[in-house]
């Protein structure tokens, strides 16, 4: 009984260590916090967390794992808010996106970020990474809807991705509209992902 009371504390030590580093992050906006740090938010040792992370960038890819599982829950309150394979949904997911990367901006660069672990992840990329296979489910849809099933859904979904990426990027950058200082992100979002979409319906007509 001991043991199995004493694997389950640690198991909990590990989460609220996870917890303590994100809110961290969330606090300072950046990855600059020490194992001390984070283990006393957690209200441990400054050696506890070593049971369980041989170092501060095993906890980072712990915490990554918690922002890209938030990310997924918000893709599908997000989609689950608009009808299937509506084009106002995958629009809606690309907003989601775009405020994520604003709002949580030092969880958006650890997610994308090669950790020393890029191979790894690449392996178990769709268990990883839900928000986008809801991202490809909304464009299997909106493909069926429109008599054009033929379409890879999955290279589509990935160019949508890509451009709602990019656009991320340049905005984290202040480079968004550095050629034309009218440009909005989601404006421009929207006007290129309709574009993408537009030759799908036209090429079922």
Known sequence: ???????????????ALIVAAAELIERDGTLDFTMAEAA?????????PYRHF???EELLRG?????????????????????HGSIEGILAGGHMYLAYAREKHAFFSLMWEDRGDIEERREKVAEEHGAFMVLVNMVEAFC?????SQVNSLHLAT???????GIATLEANRLINLFDRSIEPEALLDQSVRTM?????GAAA
């Open 40 to 48: 006393a938010r957690a209200g441990v040792s400054a050696a506890a």
């Open 144 to 148: 069926n809807a429109h008599g054009n």
């Open 54 to 56: 041989t170092d501060k």
């Open 63 to 83: 915490v990554r794992e918690l922002a890209i599982l938030g990310l997924g829950y918000a893709a599908d309150e997000t989609a689950s808010a608009h009808p």
């Open 197 to 201: 979409l537009a030759g799908v319906v």
């Open 159 to 165: 160019q949508i991705w890509a451009m709602g990426h």
């Open 1 to 15: 009984m001991s043991k199995t009371r004493c694997s389950y504390h640690h198991g909990d030590l590990r989460n």
